[in-house]
C-alpha cells in the first residue's frame, strides 16, 4: 500500500525473459539429444520472435578476456569448449555445470551480449532453476551494472540459503550484488538477515552502499519496526553527505511511520524540497495507519492543490484514512469522484476500502450492496472484510450469508474466515455453533488459526514472542512480571478481563488464562522489564489486537505512566493515560 521506489519488483518466474542479445551464441545443429523435448523449463521461452541465428561464431565469444582477467586461458577455453559442445563437436550434450562456467568466462567479456546469450539458452534447456546457474548469471549482470536483471534473477533463485552462501564465494562483489542480497532478504520477509547483510556491506571495503541497499534496508527496519536501527541508517545518510533523493525520502516517511514515530515522518516529509507523488502517497499512508484521518485528508486535498494528480495507490491510502477513522462521508465522495476528477477506474482494492469503511460504520446492508454489485468480481478479501464487521457488530446472520458466499473461493484465499464465524458464535455464547465451525477448520488444510506473533525492540534486538510462548530464555521471568503487571492494573486501573474473543465454551479461569497469555501482553512484560522508566514502547503485532489486550494497554500505560504503540495487522494504537489513539474504533 506504501509506494516506494525501490528496485523494479521481480517479473513472474513464468514471464521474465533476459534481453535478446544482437549477437546471440550460433545455434547447435539438430543432433538426436536436441530432438528430444528439453526438460520443463520455469520460465518458457520469449513470445518474441527469436531472430534466425548465424552459423558463425559470435564476434563476442571470438575477442579474447580482457587484460583484468584473473585467468585470460581458462576463461577462453571455457567459452571455446562451450561453443564446441553447441556445434556437436562432443559426445556431451551442454548442461547446468557447463552453462555455469560458461556465463561465469562471459562475466570477464567486453560486454554483458554473450551473458545475455547464454541466458537465453539456459532458459531453453530448462536449466535456469539450477542455484549455480542463477548465481552466474547474477555474477555476470552485476559485473555490467545491469541492476534490474541481477535483482531478478536473485528473486528467482529457489534455494535462497544456498544463493547466499555463493553470495559469499562471488570473487567480485559490487554495489549491484549486495543490492540485490540485501532486497532478496528483504523480499523473503528476513528483516534480521537484510541488517545483517547490510553491516557487513559497512564494514567491508568492496562497495558503497548506494540508493537501492538503502530503500531495500529501510524497508526492513519499516517491517520490522526497528526504529532504533532505522534512525541510525537515517543518521548513516545524513552523515554520509549525499543528497536524499526521491526514493530515500520515501523509505524514510515509510519507516517512521511503520515503527510509530509519525512526527519525525512528518519533520522528513517537510523537509523534501520538491515533493513527487510517492512522498505524498507515503505520508497519506502514514497518517491512515496512525488513525489520523482527518490530518489524512487535509493532506490528500493539500496535494492536490499543489498540482499533484493521485494515483490508485494515493487514492487507496486515503480511503483507507477514512475507513480508520470512520470517515463515511469524505471516503465515499472521494471513491465517488475518483473517475470523474482523476479519470481512474475504481478497483477491486478501492472497493474493498469501501467496503470496510461502510463495515466499520455499521452500515452493514449498504456494504453488502456494494459487495454484490461491483461491476468487478469481488475477491475474498472483501467478503471477509464484511464478516470482520459482522463479528465486530455482532450481525450472527448476515455473517452466515457472507460466510456462505466465502466458501465459493479455495481455502488458502479466504483463509481466516472460518475463525472470524466461529468468534462471532463465541461472542453471541452459541457454542455448538462454534464448535462445528471449529470441526470445519480441522478438515480444511488453510483456515486454522494464524498463531498471535509479536515483536519489540529493545536495545537495537528485536525480540519475538508467540502466544503462550515457552522459547524465550527469560520466559519464566517474563511471565511472573506480566502476573504482577494483570493483578496491578486489575487493582489500580480498572482493567477487567474481556473474554468473549475465546471460542471454546471454557470455566472462566481458563477464559481468563488463556487471554493473559496473548503475544502483546508478553511483549509489553518484557519491555517494562527491559526498558528505562518512562519511555516509550513499540510492539508489532501480526493480527489484529482483541478487545481485550486493548483493554489491557489502556489500563497499563495509565497505572505506569507509559506510552504504548502497538502496531497491529490494520493499523497503530498508541496508548497513552488510559486512552488509545483509535477512540476505541478499529
Given amino acids: 500500500m506504501h509506494l516506494l521506489l525501490r528496485l523494479p519488483p521481480a517479473a513472474p518466474r513464468s514471464s521474465y525473459h533476459p534481453p535478446l ?22 520460465c518458457p521461452p520469449s513470445p518474441r520472435p527469436l531472430r534466425r541465428r548465424r552459423r558463425r561464431p559470435s564476434r563476442h565469444l571470438e575477442r579474447p578476456p580482457p587484460a583484468h582477467s584473473k585467468s585470460p586461458s581458462s576463461a577462453e577455453a571455457a567459452i571455446l569448449l562451450f561453443r564446441r559442445l553447441l556445434a556437436g563437436e562432443c559426445p556431451a550434450a551442454p548442461d547446468k555445470y557447463s552453462f555455469t562456467f560458461a556465463i561465469a568466462a562471459s562475466s570477464r567479456g567486453p560486454s554483458p551480449a554473450a551473458g545475455e546469450a547464454l541466458h537465453s539458452l539456459a532458459v531453453i534447456a530448462g536449466v535456469l532453476s539450477d542455484v549455480f546457474v542463477g548465481n552466474s548469471l547474477i555474477n555476470m549482470y552485476s559485473a555490467f551494472g545491469n541492476t534490474d536483471d541481477a535483482q531478478r534473477m536473485f528473486d528467482e533463485m529457489p534455494l535462497r540459503d544456498v544463493a547466499e552462501a555463493v553470495f559469499q564465494e562471488m570473487p567480485r562483489r559490487n554495489e549491484v550484488s549486495w543490492a540485490a542480497m540485501v532486497s532478496g532478504y528483504v523480499k523473503a520477509a528476513r528483516f534480521s538477515d537484510a541488517l545483517r547483510c547490510f553491516r557487513v556491506l559497512l564494514r567491508g571495503e568492496e562497495a558503497e552502499p548506494n540508493e537501492a541497499v538503502l530503500v ?5 527496519c519499516a517491517q520490522s519496526g526497528a526504529l532504533e536501527q532505522g534512525k541510525w541508517v537515517h543518521a548513516f545518510i545524513r552523515r554520509s553527505g549525499s543528497p536524499v533523493s526521491s526514493a530515500i525520502a520515501t523509505a524514510l516517511v515509510e519507516m517512521y511511520s511503520r515503527c510509530g514515530d509519525i512526527e519525525c515522518a512528518r519533520q522528513v516529509f517537510d523537509s523534501v524540497p520538491r515533493r513527487g507523488l510517492p512522498v505524498w502517497t507515503s505520508m497519506v499512508s502514514g497518517l491512515a495507519l496512525h488513525g489520523c484521518g482527518g490530518a489524512a485528508v487535509e493532506l490528500f486535498r493539500r496535494m492536490l492543490d499543489e498540482g499533484v494528480k493521485p494515483d490508485d495507490v494515493a487514492l487507496l491510502g486515503v480511503l483507507n484514512a477514512c475507513s480508520h477513522s470512520g470517515l463515511v462521508e469524505e471516503g465515499c465522495a472521494i471513491f465517488d469522484n475518483m473517475v470523474s476528477s482523476w479519470g481512474i477506474s475504481p478497483k477491486v482494492e478501492h472497493y474493498g476500502c469501501l467496503v470496510d469503511l461502510l463495515g466499520r460504520a455499521g452500515r452493514l446492508r449498504r456494504a453488502l450492496e456494494v459487495a454484490a454489485s461491483m461491476p468487478v468480481e469481488p475477491d475474498a478479501a472483501i467478503w471477509r472484510s464484511l464478516l470482520s464487521a459482522c463479528r465486530i457488530h455482532g450481525d450472527v446472520r448476515l455473517a452466515e450469508l457472507v460466510a456462505s458466499r466465502l466458501a465459493c473461493y479455495p481455502p488458502a484465499e479466504r483463509g481466516g474466515s472460518l475463525v472470524l464465524l466461529s468468534n462471532l458464535y463465541a461472542s453471541a455464547r452459541q457454542w455448538d455453533e462454534a464448535a462445528s465451525v471449529r470441526k470445519k477448520m480441522a478438515a480444511v488444510e488453510g483456515e486454522g488459526t494464524v498463531p498471535g506473533c509479536s515483536l519489540i525492540e529493545i536495545d537495537g534486538a528485536v525480540h519475538e514472542f508467540l502466544a503462550t510462548d515457552r522459547r524465550h530464555p527469560c520466559i519464566i521471568t517474563i511471565r511472573a512480571k506480566l502476573g504482577e503487571v494483570l493483578a496491578r492494573v486489575r487493582a489500580e486501573g480498572g482493567y477487567a478481563v474481556d473474554t468473549s474473543g475465546v471460542t ?22 518484557f519491555g517494562l522489564m527491559s526498558l528505562q522508566p518512562g519511555g516509550p514502547m513499540r510492539i508489532v503485532k501480526n493480527l489484529r489486537i482483541c478487545e481485550d489486550c486493548h483493554s489491557a494497554m489502556k489500563a497499563i500505560s495509565l497505572v505506569f505512566h507509559r506510552e504504548i504503540l502497538v502496531r497491529d495487522k490494520a493499523r497503530f494504537h498508541a496508548f497513552s493515560s488510559g486512552c488509545c489513539s483509535c477512540g476505541d474504533y478499529w
Fill in 504 to 525: 471454546f465454551d471454557l470455566e472462566d479461569e481458563d477464559k481468563e488464562e488463556a487471554v493473559a497469555g496473548h503475544s502483546e501482553k508478553l511483549a509489553v512484560a
Fill in 216 to 220: 531495500s534496508v529501510l524497508s526492513a
Fill in 21 to 42: 542479445s544482437p549477437h546471440p551464441l550460433p545455434p547447435p545443429p539438430l543432433r538426436p539429444f536436441l530432438r528430444r523435448p528439453w526438460p520443463p523449463s520455469p
